[in-house]
C-alpha cells in the first residue's frame, strides 16, 4: 500500500491480529481511526521538533533576552544575543507556530507571554528538553544493545545525556530537597543540623550533597560515582559553590566506598540504576551507622503497569528507562535491571532483601517518590 492511500479491506487487521481480545472496529470507523492516529503521531513530531527549538532557544539565550519585556523583532533579539536576523527570523515564527510566543498585530514582533517566560527560563525545565536529544544522539548505541543484550555503562552516553541529567535534577532538589524530603525524614534534619556525615552514592555532578552543604553548615558529605567526569564536574561545582571543604567527591562503586558509619546514605535516581542494588542497599547497611537512615528517591510509578500506564511522566520515564537506567543496569554485574519505573513494591522488596526491616513513603511529587529505610 502506498503511503498516501487509505487502506482497503484486505489491508485491515482481523479480530485474531489484537492483542488482549480487543474488539475491531467496524469498517467504517477504521479509515477514520487510522486517520486520526497519523495526526497524532504528526503532533508528536512537532512536539519533537519544538523540543529541538526549545533547546537551540536555550543555547543561545533567546529566552533570556525575550523576557527582558517589550515585544522584540529578529533584528533586535539577533543584535541582543549575537546571532543572524535571518535564522532567528524562522527560530522565532516556529516559537509562535509552537504556541509558546504571541506574535504582536504587525506581525513583526515576537513577545513572550509571563508564565512561559517563568517556564522557559527555569533551567530545569528547558534541561529537560535536552534528555530526547540525548536519547535520539544514543539511537544505535542503544539499538545495537537491544540486538546483542549487552548493556551500556552510563560513561557511553552522549554528554549531553550528564547536563540533562544535572539540570533536571538540580530543580528537583532545589524544589524539594531542603523544604520537603530532609524534613519528612525520621530526625534526620535534626542530625544534619547539629553536624552529621552522609554518603551520597550515584552523586552524579553532586547537586544534591552541595544543596545539602549549603543548607546544613555542621555537616560534612561525601558524593561517590563510577563515572569519573561527573565526578571531576562535581568538584567543580563544590568549589564554585564554596562549600568544597566540607564536600568531596570521589570515584566508586556502590560496593566499595568507605565505610564510615554515616549517619546518612542518599540514593537520588540511582538506585534503579544500578546492576546489583540488593547488594548495594547490604552494603549501606554495613556502611551506615546503627542508627542510620538510607533514602531512595525514585521515579515516580505505579506497582503495576496498568495503573503505571496513567502516569503522566511514564512515558519519559519509560523511554529513559529503556535508553540509560536498564541499560546500565545490565552492563554490571547481576544485571537485575529494576527499571526507572520500579514501582514501590520491588524498590521496598530489593531492601528487604538486603536487610532493611522498616521502610516508609515520606514524600512524593509529581516526578518523584521518597523511601526511607531504617535497619
Ligand atoms: C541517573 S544518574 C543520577 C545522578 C545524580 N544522583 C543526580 O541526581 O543528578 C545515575 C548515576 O549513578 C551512577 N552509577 C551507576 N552505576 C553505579 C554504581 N554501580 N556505583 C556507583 N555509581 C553508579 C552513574 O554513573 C550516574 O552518575
Given at each position: 500500500m502506498s503511503t498516501h492511500e487509505l487502506p482497503t479491506d484486505q489491508d485491515l487487521p482481523t479480530d485474531q491480529d489484537l492483542p488482549g481480545g480487543?474488539?475491531?472496529?467496524?469498517?467504517r470507523d477504521l479509515p477514520a481511526e487510522i486517520e486520526q492516529h497519523a495526526l497524532e503521531l504528526l503532533g508528536q513530531v512537532s512536539a519533537a521538533a519544538t523540543t529541538a527549538m526549545i533547546v537551540l532557544g536555550d543555547r543561545l539565550g533567546f529566552y533570556h533576552s525575550l523576557a527582558e519585556g517589550d515585544p522584540m523583532t529578529p533584528e533586535r533579539l539577533a543584535e541582543a544575543t549575537g546571532t543572524n536576523e535571518r535564522y532567528v527570523r524562522e527560530w522565532l515564527c516556529q516559537q509562535a507556530a509552537a504556541g509558546l510566543l504571541r506574535c504582536e498585530p504587525d506581525g513583526g514582533t515576537?513577545?513572550?507571554?509571563?508564565?512561559?517566560?517563568?517556564?522557559?527560563?527555569?533551567?530545569?525545565?528547558?534541561?529537560?528538553?535536552?534528555?530526547?536529544?540525548?536519547?535520539?544522539?544514543?539511537?544505535?548505541?542503544?539499538?545495537?544493545?537491544?540486538?546483542?543484550?549487552?548493556?551500556?555503562?552510563?560513561?557511553?552516553?552522549?554528554?549531553?545525556?550528564?547536563?540533562?541529567?544535572?539540570?533536571?535534577?538540580?530543580?528537583?532538589?532545589?524544589?524539594?530537597?531542603?523544604?520537603?524530603?530532609?524534613?519528612?525524614?525520621?530526625?534526620?534534619?535534626?542530625?544534619?543540623?547539629?553536624?552529621?556525615?552522609?554518603?551520597?552514592?550515584?552523586?552524579?555532578?553532586?547537586?544534591?550533597?552541595?544543596?545539602?552543604?549549603?543548607?546544613?553548615?555542621?555537616?560534612?558529605f561525601f558524593g561517590f560515582d563510577?563515572?569519573?567526569?561527573?565526578?571531576?564536574?562535581?568538584?567543580?561545582?563544590?568549589?564554585?559553590?564554596?562549600?568544597?571543604?566540607?564536600?568531596g567527591f570521589e570515584v566508586a562503586t556502590c560496593h566499595d566506598y568507605p565505610r564510615n558509619g554515616y549517619a546518612l546514605i542518599t540514593f537520588f535516581d540511582a538506585f534503579h540504576d544500578l546492576g546489583d542494588p540488593v547488594g548495594a542497599a547490604g552494603y549501606a547497611r554495613t556502611a551506615l551507622a546503627a542508627d542510620g537512615t538510607l533514602v531512595l528517591v525514585e521515579p515516580q510509578a505505579a506497582d503495576d503497569l496498568e495503573a503505571n500506564l496513567s502516569n503522566p511522566a511514564a512515558p519519559i520515564?519509560?523511554?529513559?528507562?529503556?535508553?540509560?537506567?536498564?541499560?546500565?543496569?545490565?552492563?554490571?554485574?547481576?544485571?537485575?535491571?529494576?527499571?526507572?519505573?520500579a514501582g514501590e513494591r520491588r524498590l521496598r522488596e530489593a531492601l528487604a532483601e538486603a536487610g532493611f526491616s522498616r521502610v516508609r513513603r515520606v514524600a512524593d511529587t509529581p516526578f518523584n517518590m521518597v523511601l526511607e529505610a531504617r535497619q
Open positions: 480487543q474488539e475491531l472496529p467496524t469498517d515576537f513577545r513572550l507571554p509571563p508564565a512561559w517566560t517563568v517556564v522557559l527560563t527555569d533551567p530545569a525545565l528547558t534541561g529537560a528538553c535536552l534528555n530526547p536529544a540525548g536519547m535520539f544522539r544514543d539511537l544505535e548505541t542503544v539499538a545495537s544493545a537491544f540486538r546483542t543484550g549487552e548493556g551500556i555503562p552510563w560513561g557511553d552516553h552522549d554528554p549531553i545525556v550528564f547536563e540533562t541529567t544535572e539540570r533536571f535534577w538540580s530543580g528537583q532538589f532545589r524544589a524539594h530537597l531542603v523544604a520537603d524530603w530532609i524534613p519528612a525524614l525520621d530526625g534526620v534534619g535534626e542530625r544534619l543540623s547539629q553536624g552529621a556525615v552522609v554518603a551520597d552514592i550515584g552523586t552524579g555532578r553532586g547537586a544534591a550533597p552541595i544543596m545539602l552543604a549549603q543548607a546544613f553548615p555542621q555537616s560534612r563510577v563515572h569519573e567526569p561527573s565526578v571531576l564536574v562535581a568538584r567543580e561545582r563544590a568549589a564554585e559553590a564554596g562549600v568544597d571543604e566540607r564536600v520515564g519509560y523511554a529513559a528507562s529503556t535508553t540509560m537506567c536498564t541499560p546500565n543496569s545490565l552492563s554490571q554485574p547481576v544485571g537485575l535491571a529494576l527499571g526507572g519505573q
